[in-house]
């Protein structure tokens, strides 16, 4: 990917703050090309989430401003934004427990006006075989790779651009993490840009082409992810190596 390719999504100076006084992001500034995959890695309570958030449209900035696609995203609603092609897969999967496989999917395209979404079906159905065998399967009963395998699915069906996915690999066995971040490659592969978050750094950095570190609220660093893979303090704090 080119440096000059325009940004997709873009958030410049950013505040997020939560009652009066935790303040969860302090002006964070960052870009994703159309094409990357761009991880964000950082400890518990950086601001991850809180960022996933407002750039879903979930939480207002107290400052700052998102643009998608060169568009102002201030004051639009989540399904506007998801309109747009902008996806969350967010935190702890939040699928539809008493809801089965076939109706998650459904829910992830509320947004979309067409009545024909086989494709979509599909598409979901080729990346995670394993979704059309339990398609009538509640999805408080799958495991947790199969939950999040649908928190992936539903965003899915709507179609993005952009993906963002909060912390996929949290809770799950390795050989599930492998096969998550595998479905992240072919995604991305396919078109879709990708914006992820990550504890599990030394993955996400493996999978991304570029990366920021978010420390409390703050980008500590962006930079590429091999560079920052072979980073000695980079693998002090955040890859546990010396
Ligand atoms: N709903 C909330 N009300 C008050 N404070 C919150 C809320 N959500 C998050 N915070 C605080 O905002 C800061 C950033 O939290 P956030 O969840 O964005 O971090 P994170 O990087 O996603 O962490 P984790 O790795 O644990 O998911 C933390 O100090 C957290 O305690
Ligand atoms: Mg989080």
Known sequence: MSEKAPAMLSLDDVHAIYGKKIRALKGVSLEVR??????????NGAGKTT???IIAGLLKPEKG???FQGRD???LPPHRIMRMGLSLVPEG???FPRLSVMENLEMGAFCRSEKDLSREYDHVFHLFPVLGKRRCQLGGTLSGGE?????????LMAAPKLLMLDE????????????IFEIIGLINKEGVTVLLVEQNAKRALRAAARAYVLETGMVAVAQDA???LKDPAVRKAYLGLD
């Open 34 to 43: 159309a094409g990357e995959v761009v991880a964000l890695i950082g400890n």
């Open 51 to 53: 960022m996933m958030k």
């Open 65 to 67: 401003r998102v643009t």
């Open 73 to 75: 995203l201030a004051g």
């Open 93 to 95: 999967r939040r699928i």
């Open 147 to 155: 939950q999040q395998m649908l928190a992936m699915g539903r965003a």
């Open 168 to 179: 996929p690999s949290m809770g799950l066995a390795p050989v599930v993490v492998d096969k």
């Open 226 to 228: 091999a560079t920052l």
